[in-house]
């Protein structure tokens, strides 16, 4: 679908990929870092955030997808726990 | 009700976006396709959830998506609509997402004529009070006495209220939402989906660069627009309005925070001069007084 | 056989060529078309959808989503419902919609006028369409099922409007053979999804017009170019196809009458060059060697046909019933660009004057005098009446 014949697109029509616009966590200024011992797997941070970058594991755990978080700092705003830190990068 | 657990894992709309950082259009997004899951076909006009999916050859969507012309995201929608009855293909929710620019200014009159022909889709404007995608210029919905690049004093003019507009089309469902309120926002984009007709749902999307606040803010500015009473969460269905979430509390102007706190929260209002927080204070009394006279309160 | 405006031979093509969705909004002269195509699906005679929008821009972004979903769409409008639209002509053209729209042509104000010109189209011309221009109401009921063979095939792709000129096409009743829907199926296969350059499938997700950068679009809109290219080719075996499945004679991109050995060549567009011919004849008749190339298609823009038309003229004259401020008659320059000799350019008809066979007789006899003085490339503004009286 959506191919000519020559198997060559016609109009430009893009695919489903992450990373679309690159390695956003590149943006970052500062690192959200959960604490998992205070973390109490409400994933509220994994509701709010704004870029899906956090991710959860069927235990229940989350985990910041760094490639993407573009570190908004969103997610320690919403932690109930206050389990999630704001380090500066680099 | 939805609850966290209710919204799937898998992610439609994906990490690495060219969103900015705590958009609230992004992550209404990834909510809202969450809810409407992959049989879903989206029409963006030119706003910021046009730049959002960044450049071909790659799209965050794991959802087909349309964009067309500013003003055309209705009638767009209308004809992708007519598009899949005719070819008999069931099972396949349309959704308009645009923003205020293009829905309350110049997208304003296909919305229009697609509520009143009641097409089969959802129209959800992502309000962030301006023309953010090309740097903040006033839009019809900017508040009055926010600054905005065409209005470096503030603007003059109240905020154009869309949800009553269309409120007056007679729709089969008109809502309120806020992007702070994400599973508010999910009950109504779940409640529409199950409607035929045209479905519109405006949401409040608090916009860390242009309304001028820290990222991690977002979800605290958006809460403070509901909880002093500025954005009012509602939803309307067969000529009845019903609050929803924390404004179901607030009909008591005693129950309200200060306008001032949340205005304070953001840079555009910053020097606003106290005569006009009075002023905008009173359009938030009024609002509600008019609100309760609707609920028959 | 039939007598029908050349509004309603529009609204029986697409009858014939099986549109699903028509999105329109009505403007004179355009109205009997979509007024007819309602009474068709409303009295059950049509199988389409008809979507009842607000404006042309909305007509367009409409048939816009619905031929991405699979559905084969029309629209018609004319003059300013075409300006308005324009946003979304240029949207359907760069985007490779292949949706069928009928434009009659009226007169851009303002001052007000409802009558015929053709540079409401000719405005469109670099928005990625097919353009093609009719002669008479036959030619407008077949030009609309051989513009949807035109836009679907493969190797084009590109979306179809064809103009009919107002009051004097568009509401003017002729003798009318309507195709045979048998014909017309066997002519036009129905619309493929698969082929289609955009298409909203969710089992299989694409993002159909976001950014892209300077690096690829040049690319892009050379795969336009390309189709541009190859359509003169389709356009060609569609005439000749529907020429065989409906016994007339169809024109693709120009119509040749008595030229070959013409020494005078009136190349004319549109509903006048019936006008035109009758004054070939004329002039035939006193002695005068005259004939007319008729441009049915402006694009692609037929300059080699032309330029081999009329090589062996004296004189080219061409009326135009447009023009561009500042550079000249659309069709004369254009067309100038083609030919080794300069061409005389007559505009004529502005604003729905008409253009009777005298005047066409008078151009020709003009342009031969003014060859023979060695007087070429000149602009003449046809019939000035000045402002008194």
New interface residues.
């Given amino acids: 679908m959506n191919k000519a014949k020559t198997g060559r697109a016609k109009v430009a029509l893009s695919k489903p990929s992450e990373g679309a616009s690159g390695l956003t966590g590149l943006w970052r200024l500062r690192r959200p870092v959960i604490d998992p011992a205070k973390c109490t797997k409400c994933h509220l941070c994994w509701l709010y955030c704004p870029e899906g970058a956090i991710a959860r594991g069927a235990d229940g755990a989350v985990w910041m997808i760094y490639e993407y978080c573009k570190g908004c700092g969103i997610c320690s705003e919403v932690c109930p726990s206050k389990s999630i830190s704001l380090v500066k990068e680099g | 009700m939805i609850t966290?657990k209710d919204?799937p894992?898998e992610?439609y709309?994906?990490?690495?976006?060219?969103?900015?950082?705590?958009?609230?259009s992004?992550?209404s997004t990834?909510?809202a396709l969450k809810i409407l899951g992959?049989?879903?076909?989206v029409?963006i006009p030119a706003c910021c959830a046009?730049?959002i999916?960044?450049?071909?050859?790659?799209?965050?969507?794991?959802?087909?998506?349309?964009?067309?012309?500013f003003?055309?995201t209705?009638?767009?929608?209308?004809?992708?609509?007519?598009?899949?009855?005719?070819?008999g293909?069931k099972g396949?929710t349309v959704m308009g997402w645009a923003g205020d620019g293009g829905t309350a200014d110049i997208g304003i009159?296909?919305l229009?004529?697609a509520a009143?022909?009641n097409e089969d889709f959802i129209y959800i404007c992502y309000d962030n009070e301006a023309y953010m995608n090309t740097g903040t210029q006033s839009s019809s919905a900017t508040p009055r006495g926010a600054k905005t690049t065409t209005a470096v004093m503030g603007k003059g003019e109240r905020k154009k209220d869309v949800p009553e507009i269309m409120i007056a089309h007679d729709l089969p469902y008109v809502a309120t939402a806020c992007a702070a309120y994400?599973?508010d926002f999910a009950e109504k984009v779940s409640k529409a989906m199950k409607l035929k007709g045209l479905k519109y749902i405006h949401l409040l999307s608090p916009c860390?660069p242009g309304w001028r606040f820290?990222?991690?803010?977002?979800?605290?500015v958006g809460k403070a627009a509901v909880m002093t009473g500025a954005w009012i969460l509602y939803e309307w269905e067969g000529g009845k309005y019903t609050l929803t979430g924390p404004s179901k509390g607030l009909i008591d102007k005693a129950k309200r925070r200060p306008l001032k706190e949340y205005l304070a929260m953001q840079g555009r209002f910053s020097k606003i001069p106290e005569a006009e927080v009075e002023a905008l204070q009173r359009d938030v009394d009024s609002k509600w007084e008019a609100m309760k006279k609707k609920l028959g309160a | 056989m039939i007598i029908a405006t050349g509004n309603h031979a529009v609204s029986y093509g697409v009858r014939a060529a099986r549109a699903e969705v028509i999105a329109a909004y009505p403007i004179t002269p355009q109205t009997q078309i979509i007024e007819k195509l309602a009474e068709l699906i409303q009295s059950g005679e049509m199988r389409a959808k008809y979507i009842r929008v607000e404006s042309e821009h909305s007509a367009m972004s409409a048939c816009i989503g619905a031929e991405a979903c699979g559905a084969r769409t029309f629209t018609a409008t004319s003059s300013h419902g075409l300006a308005y639209m324009s946003e979304m002509v240029f949207w359907a053209g760069m985007g490779r919609f292949p949706i069928v729209m009928a434009v009659v042509n009226r007169t851009l104000a303002p001052p007000w006028s409802i009558w015929n010109e053709h540079t409401d189209m000719l405005a469109q011309r670099d928005s990625g369409w097919i353009m093609m221009m009719c002669g008479s109401a036959q030619e407008a009921h077949d030009t609309t099922v051989m513009a949807y063979r035109i836009a679907e095939d493969e190797r084009v792709l590109q979306p179809v409007m064809f103009g009919l000129d107002a009051f004097s096409l568009s509401h003017t009743a002729e003798n009318l053979e309507l195709i045979d829907q048998e014909v017309a199926d066997g002519f036009l296969p129905p619309l493929n999804p698969e082929s289609l350059p955009v298409y909203m499938d969710p089992d299989n997700p694409v993002t159909f017009g976001n950014l892209l950068g300077p690096d690829k679009m040049m690319e892009f809109r050379h795969l336009i170019k390309e189709a541009f290219g190859r359509a003169k080719g389709v356009i060609e075996e569609a005439a000749k196809d529907l020429s065989n499945a409906t016994g007339r004679k169809q024109h693709g991109l120009i119509e040749d009458y008595r030229s070959s050995d013409a020494e005078v060549v009136i190349l004319a567009m549109g509903a006048s060059s019936g006008d035109c011919k009758d004054a070939v004849d004329i002039l035939r008749d006193e002695g005068i060697k005259a004939g007319m190339v008729r441009v049915k298609t402006i694009r692609p823009f037929p300059g080699e046909e032309i330029a081999s038309s009329v090589r062996g003229a004296k004189a080219v004259a061409i009326v135009d019933r447009d023009y561009s401020y500042g550079f000249g008659g659309i069709i004369g320059r254009e067309a100038a660009s083609y030919l080794s000799k300069k061409p005389l350019n007559y505009i004529a008809g502005i604003g729905g004057r008409d253009i009777t066979v005298e005047d066409f007789r008078k151009i020709a006899e003009d342009a031969l005098a003014s060859a023979e003085r060695g007087e070429l490339g000149i602009e003449k503004w046809w019939g000035m009446r000045g402002f008194e009286g």
């Avoid at chain 2, 790659?58 to 087909?64: D, R, Y």
């Avoid at chain 2, 209705?74 to 070819?87: D, M, P, Q, R, Y």
Wanted: proline content about 10%.
């Fill in positions: 966290l919204l894992v992610e709309y994906l990490p690495g976006n060219a969103a900015c950082s705590g958009c609230a992004a992550l990834r909510i992959p049989k879903t076909i029409v046009s730049v999916q960044g450049y071909y050859p790659k799209s965050p969507s794991k959802v087909p998506i349309m964009n067309t012309a003003a055309a209705a009638a767009t929608a209308s004809g992708i609509v007519a598009g899949l009855e005719v070819k293909r396949i009159q296909a229009s004529g009143e022909r994400p599973l860390p820290p990222t991690e803010k977002m979800v605290e």
